[in-house]
């Protein structure tokens, strides 16, 4: 499971990078997860469908990064926490470094906490937890 795990999150970086770069394959993108998921943020908890409309949101979601100035997305370390045979949680440490003509090069550090499942040695991601990244961006001025 750990090594599926690290294999998922290291195409989930790789894919950001495309995606960051303008050359995303959304339907590659899609792959990282299940075909139903839940997340949860200080926003609320919803629910959602690996369908074209996640593919559209996600795409929306690239431009906007790359629009407020992201430049790189990496992953610090991954801490992999089994909770049985199928599931873990991956609770990934994430850089996001900025940079725009008004805007220094401005690194933020956070982290996210993933849901994954091993299904026929493939990991997915079913879930996700994460921060209130608005605030964190307003508070170093991305936003």
């Given at each position: 499971?750990?090594?599926?795990?690290?294999?998922?999150?290291?195409?989930?970086?790789?894919?950001?990078?495309?995606?960051?770069?303008?050359?995303?394959?959304?339907?590659e993108?899609?792959?990282?997860?299940?075909?139903?998921?839940?997340?949860a943020?200080?926003?609320?908890?919803?629910?959602?469908?690996?369908?074209?409309?996640?593919?559209?949101?996600?795409?929306?979601?690239?431009?906007h990064?790359?629009?407020?100035?992201?430049?790189?997305?990496?992953?610090?370390?991954?801490?992999?926490?089994?909770i049985?045979?199928?599931?873990?949680?991956?609770?990934?440490?994430?850089?996001?470094?900025?940079?725009r003509?008004?805007?220094?090069?401005?690194?933020?550090?956070?982290?996210?906490?993933?849901?994954?499942?091993?299904?026929?040695?493939?990991?997915?991601?079913?879930?996700?937890?994460?921060?209130?990244?608005?605030?964190?961006?307003?508070?170093?001025?991305?936003?």
């Open positions: 499971m750990e090594t599926e795990t690290r294999k998922l999150f290291e195409r989930y970086e790789r894919l950001f990078r495309q995606a960051l770069a303008g050359e995303a394959d959304m339907d993108v899609a792959s990282l997860y299940a075909s139903d998921f839940i997340a943020s200080p926003a609320g908890v919803m629910s959602g469908r690996n369908d074209q409309q996640l593919r559209d949101v996600m795409a929306r979601g690239y431009a990064y790359r629009d407020i100035g992201t430049r790189q997305m990496r992953i610090r370390d991954i801490r992999i926490a089994p049985d045979g199928l599931h873990c949680t991956a609770s990934v440490a994430w850089t996001a470094v900025y940079a003509a008004d805007l220094a090069e401005t690194a933020i550090d956070f982290e996210v906490h993933y849901l994954v499942q091993v299904r026929q040695g493939e990991a997915k991601v079913f879930g996700w937890v994460s921060g209130d990244e608005q605030a964190l961006l307003k508070r170093y001025g991305v936003v």
